[in-house]
Nanobody
Framework: QVQVVESGGGLVQPGGSLRLSCAAS????????MGWYRQAPGKEREWVAR???????NYADSVKGRFTISRDNAKNTVYLQMNSLKPEDTAVYSC????????WGQGTLVTVSS
């Protein structure tokens, strides 16, 4: 079993920055990748970014160049640094961890508004 807990959401103005954290616990040795999805009101869930256990990263085109995913192995935590935020980035951001199955966090709300 793997547990993932997100933190760091909130309200930010357009053009601002925010960093989300995702802490994993439990059978962390089995995790092959971690990443983020988001779901805006009235829209389908959208994959945002992922980082593998080997450190490889991938991003959705909509966030490439603005978002950076990274990890701190000592803290078993993955971060999503979000810069140049736009109103269309407003969504509930959910972290996931891929192991023998996919584990999800509870989600954290990011609101980009003036």
């Amino acid at each position: 079993q793997v547990q993932v807990v997100e933190s760091g959401g909130g309200l930010v103005q357009p053009g601002g920055s925010l960093r989300l954290s995702c802490a994993a616990s439990g059978s962390i040795f089995s995790i092959t990748a971690m990443g983020w999805y988001r779901q805006a009101p009235g829209k389908e869930r959208e994959w945002v970014a992922r980082i593998t256990s080997g450190g490889n990263t991938n991003y959705a085109d909509s966030v490439k160049g603005r978002f950076t995913i990274s990890r701190d192995n000592a803290k078993n935590t993955v971060y999503l640094q979000m810069n140049s935020l736009k109103p269309e980035d407003t969504a509930v951001y959910s972290c996931y961890a891929d192991s023998f199955t996919r584990y999800w966090g509870q989600g954290t709300l990011v609101t980009v508004s003036s």
